[in-house]
């Protein structure tokens, strides 16, 4: 079946440096890519999407652009700051609309 | 605009005990998803619903049950709990190919 498969945490960065978060996936058709955030004791928050090949999925200054020829979705933010620290997970969306997640990246911005 | 509610907030609950995880949601979403997070892991479906009548298993369905009666409410039945159920327990809802709104998570604790 589908998956995604995330870079490995935790990622530990000085606030305004660069950050990626890797994302690859497997899919049999072509799914829509998603990027969550998970803070502290809260639930999933929607970060940005993208539904088709080369979209830029952005919000609150992270992009993502959904690369088919390498099946990647990999999240980027130009300068990250201590209130960006969270998990951030990968999705896609197959049939149905069932959401497939990767396992999570924790993400820790130092002061 | 509540959102994706779901009650109750913490639970413990001894094994063998049974227990209902309610979700109600009120942006009329077609699709609604049960998913447990156990500590350090990503997300995992439990059921599913993609409409009123309609219900799904997801990657891990033993020990849980679901009904959608309407399509607002899409509560998730524990029967004999077990401390491998012992988790963080997600509800969600979509519509289209939006991304899937969360809500806030039950913790449930079987001892």
């Known amino acids: 079946g589908d998956s995604v498969t995330q870079m490995e945490g935790p990622v530990t960065l000085s606030e305004e440096a660069f950050l990626t978060i890797n994302c690859t996936y497997t899919?049999?058709?072509?799914?829509?890519l998603f990027w969550y955030v998970q803070y502290p004791g809260e639930g999933l928050q929607l970060l940005l999407k993208?539904?088709?090949?080369?979209d830029k999925g952005s919000n609150k200054g992270f992009e993502a652009t959904y690369r088919k020829e390498t099946t990647s979705f990999h999240l980027e933010k130009g300068s990250v700051q201590v209130s960006d620290s969270a998990v951030y997970f990968c999705?896609?969306?197959?049939?149905?609309?069932?959401?497939?997640f990767g396992a999570g990246t924790i993400l820790r911005v130092k002061s | 605009n509540a959102g994706v509610t779901q009650t109750p907030k913490f639970r413990i609950l001894k094994i063998g005990q049974s227990m209902t995880l309610q979700c109600t949601q009120d942006?009329?979403?077609?699709?609604m998803y049960w998913y447990r997070q156990d500590p350090g892991m990503g997300l995992k479906l439990i059921y599913y619903?993609?409409?009123?009548?309609?219900?799904d298993k997801g990657e891990v369905p033993n020990g849980y049950n679901v009904s959608r009666s309407t399509t607002e409410d899409f509560p998730l039945r524990l029967e004999l709990a077990a401390p491998s159920q012992t988790s963080v327990y997600f509800c969600?809802?979509?519509?289209?190919?939006?991304?899937?709104?969360f809500g806030q998570g039950t913790r449930l604790t079987v001892v």
């Open positions: 899919a049999t058709g072509y799914p829509s």
């Open positions: 993208a539904t088709k090949a080369d």
């Open positions: 999705a896609l969306s197959e049939e149905g609309n069932k959401l497939v």
């Open positions: 969600a809802s979509s519509y289209s190919d939006v991304g899937a709104f």
């Open positions: 942006m009329n979403h077609n699709y």
């Open positions: 619903s993609v409409g009123a009548g309609i219900t």
